[in-house]
């Protein structure tokens, strides 16, 4: 009765290959650092798995015969195929190969993760690199899907399936157009009554920057409601320069517009807490080489 295919042992292949190739049992034997009596029990063990003779002898070893030959044709393709995934999978750890999927926000791309990306691709240019542009939580949501190796997110996060590495810090500000009225605000320290009562320009409901100035006015003992809502930084600035509000930015958004005079920032007489920028991996799932040396890599 033959033996399930599931059953075989991987051993009994190589052993057949060997000897297939050199076709003596006793080369077989040396190069599986094993003795010939070995070699020749479990090729013996696999004929009688699959209820049939592979060699025959002959006067200087061995020789296939036609079932043989047809088992050595399908292991040798296997074989090519298992050698073939190894070499690829030692390129991918070397980074001559391989992926990575990022998730981030567009204000975390041009601002923190485009310079080192630029180094990274610089330095391992046959890695591909694919990046999601998305709001920290949608970042979060992507990572949990498994749909990123990596997500770069501004800070907090709170998912119990979620690793956090803290990274570079952030600065939160409140900016106003240097044209508009609320421009006079920059002139003394502004109370967070005094900036609620301001027509406010924030992030949409949901986003990590929108829930830390919403902590800011809740731990001030302040209520506020949004002037509006818009779904970037760069948009809030533009708003903010046009005259409509005061906008709750990253410093490093809005350093363009405050070196060349089109923003001012409004002193807070009670400061905004620092916070970081955030690399969120899932716990308990390993990263790949590429990701790993990205992680390494960004400060």
Not at 123 to 145: G, H, M, W
Not at 214 to 242: M, N
């Amino acid at each position: 009765m033959n033996i399930p295919l599931q059953s075989f042992n991987m051993e009994w292949y190589r052993a057949f290959h060997a000897a297939a190739v050199h076709g003596n049992l006793s080369r077989a034997a040396e190069e599986l650092h094993l003795t010939q009596p070995a070699v020749s029990h479990t090729i013996k063990q696999l004929e009688t798995a699959l209820g049939g003779q592979l060699f025959f002898r002959i006067p200087r070893g061995v020789k296939l015969t036609d079932e043989g030959e047809l088992l050595f044709r399908h292991v040798e393709q296997a074989f090519g195929l298992l050698f073939a995934a190894e070499r690829k999978i030692a390129d991918m750890h070397e980074l001559r190969r391989g992926r990575i999927a990022i998730g981030a926000g567009d204000t975390i791309c041009k601002h923190y993760l485009l310079p080192h990306l630029g180094e990274f691709h610089r330095q391992y240019p046959d890695i591909a690199i694919q990046v999601a542009n998305r709001t920290s939580l949608e970042t979060i949501n992507l990572l949990k899907e498994g749909a990123i190796d990596l997500g770069i997110v501004h800070l907090p996060v709170d998912d119990e399936r979620v690793a956090i590495h803290e990274r570079a810090p952030v600065e939160d500000i409140f900016v106003a157009g240097a044209g508009s009225p609320y421009a006079a605000l920059a002139g003394a320290p502004v109370a967070p009554a005094a900036l609620a009562a301001q027509p406010l320009l924030l992030l949409e409901q949901g986003t990590s920057s929108r829930r830390w100035i919403e902590r800011y006015f809740r731990e001030a003992g302040v209520a506020f409601a949004p002037g509006i809502e818009l779904g970037s930084f760069d948009l809030l600035l533009q708003f903010a320069i046009a005259g409509f509000g005061v906008a709750a930015v990253i410093r490093h958004a809005a350093e363009q517009g405050l070196a060349d005079g089109a923003l001012v920032a409004l002193p807070l007489a009670v400061p905004l807490p620092p916070r970081r920028i955030g690399l969120a991996t899932l716990k308990d799932v390993p990263l790949s080489a590429a990701a790993k040396r990205l992680l390494d890599m960004l400060p």
